[in-house]
T-cell receptor, first 113, second 116 residues
Framework: NAGVTQTPKFRILKIGQSMTLQCTQD?????MYWYRQDPGMGLKLIYYSVGAGITDKGEVPNGYNVSRSTTEDFPLRLELAAPSQTSVYFCASTGQGFTGELFFGEGSRLTVL | AQTVTQSQPEMSVQEAETVTLSCTYDTSESDYYLFWYKQPPSRQMILVIRQEAYKQQNATENRFSVNFQKAAKSFSLKISDSQLGDAAMYFCAYRSARGGSEKLVFGKGTKLTVNP
């Protein structure tokens, strides 16, 4: 199993550009999450989904959008990139009957200049 | 809203020694889960250990153990016989046991350095 796969791993954007971070999991997990990690700030939840067709905002959703058309995929869209969105982004998933273990992707480092 | 606090931004330990990482949390709930995650330089987050709040017995996983003090809302991680591979960021996390909410709240992390 590949687990949780994120692409791209690195990206540099100019202010005002848009892009999509891709996330796919092959574990048939219902729950999927997007976190951002800033130095010294831990992980903050951007958006999450409890199943296909259902998404909800986390702690820091402004400037982002998500969709969940399939169980496997949970892309994160950045519209009008800003320097404040420079961060490392993590996608994670877990199954029903939450045992506590989130399965994380390897992260995507995004720089907005 | 629940919060998780890790008061030690950085810690260091000598190889083969024991180190304890601190975590406190704030919640009004009585049923919840607590976790320690490890993030090595490769960036990928790995679950180290978890504790169910309704269990009084402290969780143990090989060299990793926790000291769970529910009344004090404290959840520290003890790493025994530290190894160079233990060097990483360690994050404490909280999850409510309420159904329909599967979100984890993370602390800011503690960077652990292991000295040879």
């Amino acid at each position: 199993n590949a687990g949780v796969t994120q692409t791209p791993k690195f990206r540099i954007l100019k202010i005002g550009q848009s892009m999509t971070l891709q996330c796919t999991q092959d574990m048939n997990h219902n729950y999927m999450y997007w976190y951002r990690q800033d130095p010294g700030m831990g992980l903050k939840l951007i958006y999450y989904s409890v199943g296909a067709g259902i998404t909800d905002k986390g702690e820091v959703p402004n400037g982002y959008n998500v969709s969940r058309s399939t169980t496997e995929d949970f892309p994160l869209r950045l519209e009008l990139a800003a320097p404040s969105q420079t961060s490392v982004y993590f996608c994670a998933s877990t199954g029903q009957g939450f045992t506590g273990e989130l399965f994380f992707g390897e992260g995507s480092r995004l720089t907005v200049l | 809203a629940q919060t998780v606090t890790q008061s030690q931004p950085e810690m260091s330990v000598q190889e083969a020694e024991t180190v304890t990482l601190s975590c406190t949390y704030d919640t009004s709930e009585s049923d919840y889960y607590l976790f320690w995650y490890k993030q090595p330089p490769s960036r990928q987050m790995i679950l180290v250990i978890r504790q169910e709040a309704y269990k009084q017995q402290n969780a143990t996983e090989n060299r990793f153990s926790v000291n769970f003090q529910k009344a004090a809302k404290s959840f520290s991680l003890k790493i025994s016989d530290s190894q160079l591979g233990d060097a990483a960021m360690y994050f404490c996390a909280y999850r409510s046991a309420r159904g329909g909410s599967e979100k984890l709240v993370f602390g800011k992390g503690t960077k652990l350095t292991v000295n040879p």
